[in-house]
């Protein structure tokens, strides 16, 4: 029955097969399971995926890992189709889910159905108000001003990339509890409640989760089990006081914004979702932030001619510090970060798995545009970090950093640029980062005048739960007296 269900489907919608990998072992797969476990082992992996869409010869394939097929594509159509029109019929694979939720339960990064349209509806309108991330940026200035002091002024070599981890975690934690971390008070309690360092505490706890979720199979070990609660633990505190102020009449003291916490305790008193939420948005935010900065001056330390345009852009301001609406009219930073986003991005691939027999729109007979049927349990992975080096899509030089390529109105990717996915499920933070990112590349920009690289290497990939940069960002910052 199901295979005369099956070859209906396919008949109907003119499927054709995808083209097939050239697996050299054709039963098992274990040349490629060896050759991603090789690459992923040397830090290229993302190039490594890229060559085997023109070892396919083909944007959309069947390739065999392990044992498994899986579809691979970098095709507009079909990721649109996954992720929007026909977006009921695929979810997160199951090893995902199972590892993300022993941090976060069902919250928003995990679930699928009313219980995520729940999380989505609930988060949303905190998360992208332009008027809740204008308001933030007086926090990022805070936050931004500790980490200046870390940056050495005497030309010496400085890594950006932990600073930069540093500055995200305590700008998204102070936005979503209101508890500024390095305030006296807040590492008073962490060191009563034996929590340590929050900041390493977390850092720890996404480190194992980004491990574990590579792995095929396999339950968490008792340890990081343990680990992962004494975070749970954590936001519990915050979680529980935010709920009993609330439930005492005491909010935000005048004039004081509300943090999403307290936002949230209005619309509920259940801590554990409350908690599986803040933990979500903190997976989500902090890492690809904090990822998309350190790749960005990597990038501009090695490259004058942009940091001289930026420099120009940004004299504009006359020492001011930007606004939120000012960001967003200073058109070469924008085309900048969008630059980055396209070459490195940080959340570089992703998977889904089909919740019943399907058809994709393109990649199926020998010239790829036929539909291809996709089978209920089937894997499609996508690489938006391939898709965003097309030249069909960017041009002849779409390997080439070049943010002024932006300025051409007729360059409209649509679905070919996707750093923050799309759909319904399209990433709720994407205003808020891009406003962080270009807040802190402006003001680093106006207190130095320029960057050295002090790293020869070209920039490699180092997987965490986003993408960042292997050796770090490793510049030296030369501020305005020291030009010579
Ligand atoms: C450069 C920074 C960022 C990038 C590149 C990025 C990218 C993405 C991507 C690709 C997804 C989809 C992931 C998936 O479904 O597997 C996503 C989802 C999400 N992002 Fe972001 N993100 C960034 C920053 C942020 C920030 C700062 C926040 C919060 C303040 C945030 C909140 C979220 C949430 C809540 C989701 C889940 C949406 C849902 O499933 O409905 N992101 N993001």
Not at 40 to 65: Q, V, W
Not at 67 to 73: A, D, E, H, L, M
Not at 256 to 267: G, N, P, R
Not at 298 to 322: M, T, W
């Amino acid at each position: 029955v199901i295979y005369r269900r099956r070859s209906r489907i396919k008949r109907e919608h003119g499927c054709q097969d995808p083209a097939k990998f050239p697996n050299k072992d054709p039963i098992f797969g274990l040349d490629v399971w060896l050759d991603t476990y090789q690459s992923m082992k040397h830090h290229r992996l993302l190039p490594k995926i890229a060559s085997r869409y023109k070892t396919a010869g083909a944007n959309t394939f069947r390739i065999l890992i392990a044992g498994k097929y899986r579809i691979s594509t970098i095709e507009p159509e079909n990721i649109k189709a996954m992720l929007s029109t026909k977006f009921t019929s695929f979810v997160f694979p199951a090893r995902r889910t199972y590892v993300l939720k022993q941090f976060m339960g069902d919250a928003i990064f995990v679930s699928h159905g009313p219980t995520w349209q729940h999380s989505r509806a609930t988060i949303r309108p905190h998360l992208t108000k332009d008027s809740f991330i204008d308001s933030e940026m007086s926090r990022f200035e805070k936050h931004f001003g500790r980490m200046l002091k870390a940056i050495p002024r005497d030309r010496s070599t400085v890594d950006l990339q932990p600073l930069f981890f540093l500055f995200t975690m305590n700008a998204a934690i102070e936005m979503l509890t209101g508890k500024d971390l390095q305030s006296e008070e807040q590492l008073a309690l962490a060191k009563e409640g034996n929590y340590g360092n929050i900041v390493e505490l977390f850092d720890d706890a996404q480190r194992m989760l980004a491990f574990r979720a590579v792995l095929p199979y396999g339950s968490l070990p008792a340890n990081e089990k343990q680990h992962i609660k004494r975070c749970q633990e954590w936001v519990d505190r915050c979680v529980i006081q935010a709920i009993i102020e609330h439930k005492s009449g005491k909010v935000a003291g005048d004039g004081e914004k509300l943090s999403f916490l307290q936002e949230l305790v209005k619309e509920t008193d259940d801590h554990v979702w409350i908690r599986g939420e803040l933990i979500a948005v903190l997976i989500a935010g902090r890492d690809t932030t904090a990822s998309t900065l350190s790749s960005l001056w990597f990038v501009l330390a090695k490259r004058p001619d942009i940091v001289a345009k930026l420099q120009a852009e940004v004299a504009e301001l006359n020492g001011e510090r930007p606004g939120f609406t000012r960001l967003k009219q200073m058109e070469y930073v924008q085309h900048t970060i969008q630059e980055l986003l396209r070459l490195y991005p940080a959340v570089p691939a992703n998977g889904l798995e089909a919740t019943e027999d399907t058809v994709l729109p393109v990649g199926g007979g020998t010239d790829g545009k036929s539909p291809i049927f996709i089978k209920k349990g089937q894997i499609v992975n996508h690489s938006v970090y391939a898709m965003h080096r097309r030249k069909d899509i960017f041009g002849p030089d779409a390997e080439v950093f070049r943010p002024e390529r932006w300025e051409d109105k007729s360059l409209r990717p649509g679905w070919g640029y996707l750093p923050f996915n799309g759909g319904p499920r399209v990433c709720l933070g994407q205003q808020f980062a891009l406003t962080e990112i270009a807040y802190t590349t402006v003001r680093l920009l106006q207190e130095f005048q320029a960057v050295e690289s002090r790293d020869a290497s070209p920039w490699q990939e180092k997987w965490m739960t986003s993408c960042s940069v292997l050796t770090g960002c490793k510049v030296s910052m030369i501020p305005y007296e020291n030009v010579v």
